[in-house]
């Protein structure tokens, strides 16, 4: 017994040291994972804000597409309304009996009938 009380078996010992090593390497490891999680965890954060940052962008800059687009296509609605009445009041007093559509304009006069008057075929 004297001999277990003043030195411990040198296998023991060192089987206790091997063991508390390799503990002490998993520990380090996992330390270790933890801050490189960290660290992709920020990095994710920093490309979340910067991506919120670009949807705000990008739907301001839609809006304003959209509107411009609405405003075009009124206009152009607008464009073929008119050209419609402008045909239609043309076409019109042909329709109704009258021979030709004059405009006068300064001191000559045009036809502005899509088809030739009777009297330019007599």
Known sequence: ???????????????????????????????????????????????????????TAFRRGARSVRRQMWWRNSKILALCVLVGLVCGSVRIPRRCGADEFIFVLGSRSYCGCLWPSSAALA
């Open 1 to 55: 017994m004297h001999t277990y009380n003043t030195a411990p078996p040198s296998d023991e010992l060192a089987r206790a040291q091997t063991e508390l090593n390799q503990v002490k390497d998993i520990m380090v490891q996992n330390v270790e994972q933890i801050l490189s999680r960290g660290e992709r965890i920020e990095l994710l954060v920093d490309k979340t804000d910067v991506m919120a940052g670009q949807a």
